[in-house]
């Protein structure tokens, strides 16, 4: 039981991947999740004082930075809650890893996305494919949206291995 927070935020994370890449839409309620967890489970794991205000200071400054992306159009919403919800989880000493990964994870999905995007425009249809023309024309037309929820999962993830949970609980 002391050990269910390393597996909470990770499994939330894959979660809003998982959404974000189904619908392009990152829940409000797995947001709030997120966050609302964070409470409970370092109360439970007797997080001392000190590593808990560094969380708080983490989560507030990535809920800004995820609003100035908001803001300018380079995130969606969901986007910079999910951002400022796992940064609670990280605490202000591990927010550049987190970022870092995320930024990286996400420059990698951008060039998928866009890939797929160019692959889908050249897309003929012919002979047994006709009955999904519909489908494809819809897909050639639609703008390259990245769900960015997977860069997010994926650079929480790579950095979650060096954050307190990991190294003062396990």
């Known amino acids: 039981m002391h050990n269910l927070p390393v597996y909470i935020l990770p499994t939330l994370l894959i979660a809003a991947a998982l959404g974000d890449v189904m619908s392009l839409r990152i829940p409000n309620w797995l947001t709030l999740l997120t966050a609302a967890l964070f ?24 809920f800004l930075i995820g609003y100035l992306l908001f ?22 000493s591990k927010i550049i890893p987190f970022l870092f990964y995320t930024a990286f994870a996400g420059g990698a999905l951008a060039v998928v996305v866009i890939a797929w995007s160019l692959f889908m425009m050249s897309w ?28 997010l999962a994926v650079g929480g993830i790579l950095a979650f291995k060096d954050t307190w949970w990991m190294n003062g609980l396990v």
């Open 39 to 62: 409470f409970p489970a370092a109360l439970l794991t007797g997080m001392p004082l000190m590593e808990f205000e560094s969380h708080l200071i983490a989560g507030a400054l990535l």
């Open 71 to 92: 803001a300018f159009g380079i995130f969606g919403g969901g986007d910079g809650k999910l951002m400022a919800a796992a940064g609670l989880w990280f605490g202000v």
């Open 124 to 151: 003929e249809i012919e002979g047994d494919a006709a009955p999904f023309a519909g489908l494809a024309r819809k897909l050639r037309t639609m703008a390259p949206s990245v769900p960015y929820g997977v860069a």
